[in-house]
T-cell receptor, first 113, second 112 residues
């Protein structure tokens, strides 16, 4: 069966520090991959999605970036965190084609202080 | 563009009460519709789906019917439990757009 892993689960970082969040998927090949952010009391904001290795689409211009170095690995990064980057970050995957049913990881709670 | 609008939360109900969470959508084509649920501190899980007009999705006592004439996909449950306390997201997938579009989420709190 397919599983998705995100880490770390919780992260506290100072303003201006770098960020690296990792997401991996097991049990499937060539998935679509997504990064979302959920700010406190708000809905989901799609940040990046990827349909293949090295293929990244950005939905929102900001100081975050994403990379997909391997088929089932998706990384969210920042060189310098801002206070406004605090939130709950969710990774998701879906099968290419079909209904785009997305399967979510457990999320990373990021607090920038 | 395509969008999803949900009723404002939080919704607070007593155990065994009837639940309705309204969801309406705007789409230029014929999207598939979904309800996702997010329990506290967790990621989202697919709750139910409907792929065409008049389809009824159901799971865990929750139901939603795809109403093309009213562009709605309201979530209902006849008798809620404390364990149903969560945030519920309505979403649509439009093939030509290639992305899942979420509503803003509705928080449900069920009191014993």
């Amino acid at each position: 069966s397919q599983t998705i892993h995100q880490w770390p689960a919780t992260l506290v970082q100072p303003v201006g520090s770098p960020l690296s969040l990792e997401c991996t998927v097991e049990g499937t090949s060539n998935p679509n991959l997504y990064w979302y952010r959920q700010a406190a009391g708000r809905g989901l904001q799609l940040l990046f999605y990827s349909v293949g290795i090295g293929q990244i689409s950005s939905e929102v211009p900001q100081n975050l970036s994403a990379s997909r170095p391997q088929d089932r690995q998706f990384i969210l990064s920042s060189k310098k965190l801002l206070l406004s980057d605090s939130g709950f970050y969710l990774c998701a995957w879906s099968v290419v084609g079909g209904l785009n049913i997305q399967y979510f990881g457990a999320g990373t709670r990021l607090s920038v202080l | 563009g395509d969008s999803v609008t949900q009723m404002e939360g939080p919704v607070t109900l007593s155990e065994e009460a009837f639940l309705t969470i309204n969801c309406t959508y705007t789409a230029t084509g014929y999207p598939s519709l979904f309800w996702y649920v997010q329990y506290p501190g967790e990621g989202l899980q697919l709750l139910l789906k409907a792929t065409k007009a008049d389809d009824k999705g159901s799971n865990k006592g929750f139901e939603a019917t795809y109403r093309k004439e009213t562009t709605s996909f309201h979530l209902e449950k006849g008798s809620v439990q404390v364990s149903d306390s969560a945030v519920y997201f309505c979403a649509l997938f439009y093939n030509q757009g290639g992305k899942l579009i979420f509503g803003q989420g509705t928080e449900l709190s069920v009191k014993p």
